[in-house]
């Protein structure tokens, strides 16, 4: 009978047989020790460091050096509960940003994960992630981009958004919609006297400088 290592070794020898030819990333971690214990060519190209100075890294440090820590804030909670249901057929998908080294920008990866392996006690051991680039240069990529810049302005304004009141977003919707202090005073059954107070007030709470500003907020929080 195979001990728990030598489980792991075949299941790592198996996989890394066919991962360079994949049009992305491959990287096994053990989860239960927190490290990397696999990570193909390409991502290593990618990261531009050899094996041996990621498998001295730990997973704090290899996450804070390589991913955007404001986007762990929405799947890292994905990856415990799916954990926590020790289901081998889930698996959590997620849009990330990796940065190869501090003098570089951010680069999008859609990326998934499922669990690879448990242990002999039937727990989570090894989990699998795969990584595939997105390309800027593609054109359905750039409206993927647009998604996800939209998507971390809410994120970073989520807080100040909602300090309005629920009549302040309804003023803020209709001057994103192009309305004017007339028509929104109209349709709102308000005096015009008030929408501009709504105005002000928005602008202080947002912190609104420009016509740019205020469409940001409109496209990110689905107001147009």
């Not at 094996?51 to 996450?63: D, K, T």
Request: charge should be negative.
């Amino acid at each position: 009978m195979q001990s728990l290592q030598e489980r792991i070794t075949e299941k790592i020898r198996e996989i890394s047989q066919t991962a360079d030819e994949y049009p992305g990333a491959v990287v096994i971690q053990n989860i239960q020790e927190l490290k990397i214990v696999y990570m193909c060519k390409r991502a290593l190209e990618a990261l531009q460091r050899p094996w041996a100075e990621i498998q001295n890294l730990s997973i704090e440090e290899y996450h804070r050096t390589y991913f955007n820590p404001e986007d762990a804030e929405d799947y890292f909670p994905k990856l415990q509960e799916m954990v926590s249901k020790r289901d081998p057929q889930q698996v959590v998908s997620f849009f990330q940003q990796v940065r190869t080294a501090e003098n570089r920008d951010w680069e999008w990866y859609l990326t998934s994960v499922k669990i690879l392996m448990f242990d002999d006690e039937q727990e989570p051991l090894l989990t699998i992630t795969f990584a595939i680039p997105i390309d800027p240069k593609n054109h359905v990529t750039n409206k993927i981009n647009r998604l996800l810049e939209e998507n971390n302005f809410l994120r970073k304004h989520h807080e100040k958004f909602h300090s309005l009141g629920k009549r302040e977003k309804e003023v803020l919707k209709l001057i994103a919609g192009g309305k004017s202090n007339t028509e929104i005073a109209l349709e709102l059954n308000i005096s015009e006297m008030t929408v501009e107070t709504h105005r002000k007030n928005i602008k202080r709470k947002l912190l609104i400088k420009s016509p740019f500003d205020l469409q940001q907020y409109a496209r990110a929080f689905d107001l147009i």
